[in-house]
């Protein structure tokens, strides 16, 4: 018997995700490049020149010193971004390093995605996860006593995915340079909000080497649509694999066959929003943040106080569960405070019945 055709996720009451609803451009534009692979550019030369433009675009977002440029490509997420990094800074970590993995390590705050365990267990590289100070952010001495001669790469985190905190990402990079390591700013979820601060985090800011910013996060690009930068591109020529059997000959890319919909709608959502249409949504995701935080701080309890849109409360075990059971997609910390995020499709509306409920829930 032929079942009911399933019907999409709805965005209307999903508060913890990092994705969004993508523009409508984006998805259109998603649909026209379905079939196409930027995995092998020479053959699909349409879906390269556009993966040209998404490169551009990012870099310009992330202020690198000659956007058009730029080394990096559209990865399928900030995960696969972030393994590369690592790469890349193994690879290029001194004489031999390519045999020599196993003896480099990686230094990252605890506020690292999870990525970077993965990555570590790949690369056969250990992972140095660092204490942070009391606001969440990174510890640039902790940093500093962590470093040492067989260290590959620093990572910074510009958007925790907890508490949407900065890292001082100028303190850490000089610690990197001094050690003689790479410099990673993990700007997956932050990089298209970033831009609309006074947070020093991009390559105009500090000696970044590779940085991951995500278009399908708020930059409302169709998932998959990851991406990866780097300031020069012995970063991505140090990725670089033979491939004799395709048209294009190498390839620095993790994945062999990539979306061309993700570059496709990457490149359309760029450029129907850059740079308004994401100013106006990062100052309402703020100010949507800022009432959220006030409307639970007001009712007694512990909030921390959001730097981007995300809030992260103090919500007792048997509320979070209720919340749930009334429809709420709400997640939880490391340490089990309520996490929302403040994404485009997360509307004043929305988190008014978000509070409603929980009032309810309260009586």
Known sequence: ???????????????????????????????????????????YDAVADLEARA????????AHPTPADA???VTSGGTEANVQAVRSARNRH?????????????VAPESAHFSFHKAAELLGVELRTV???????????????????????????????EYGRVDPIPEIAAIAEEAGARFHVDAA?????????????????A?????????????????PAGGLLAREDAALDALAVET??????????????????????????MDALWPDGYREAAERAAENADWLADELADRGYDVVEPELPLVAADVPESEFRALRDAGWKVSRTGTGELRVVCMPHVTRAALRAFIDDLDRIRR
């Open 1 to 43: 018997m032929r079942q009911p055709e399933p019907e999409p996720q709805s965005f209307d009451r999903v508060l913890s995700s990092m994705c969004t609803e993508p523009h409508p451009d984006a998805r259109a534009a998603a649909e026209r490049f379905l079939a196409t692979n930027p995995g092998d550019p020479a053959t």
């Open 55 to 62: 490169v551009e675009g990012l870099a310009t977002l992330a």
């Open 71 to 73: 080394a990096g490509y």
């Open 94 to 106: 001194g004489e031999g390093s390519k045999k020599g993995g196993d003896e480099l390590n990686v």
């Open 131 to 161: 204490p942070l100070d009391d606001d969440h952010r990174a510890d640039p001495e902790a940093v500093a006593a962590a470093v040492d001669g067989a260290t590959a790469l620093v990572v910074g985190v510009a958007g925790s995915t």
């Open 189 to 205: 979820w932050g990089g298209f909000v970033l831009p609309f601060t006074d947070h020093a985090w991009s390559f105009a800011d």
């Open 207 to 223: 000696p970044v080497d590779t940085l991951t910013i995500d278009p399908h996060k708020f930059g409302q690009a169709p998932v």
């Open 244 to 269: 004799p059997y395709l048209e294009s000959r190498s390839q620095a890319t993790l994945t062999g066959t990539r979306s061309g919909a993700g570059v496709a709608g990457a490149v359309a959502a």
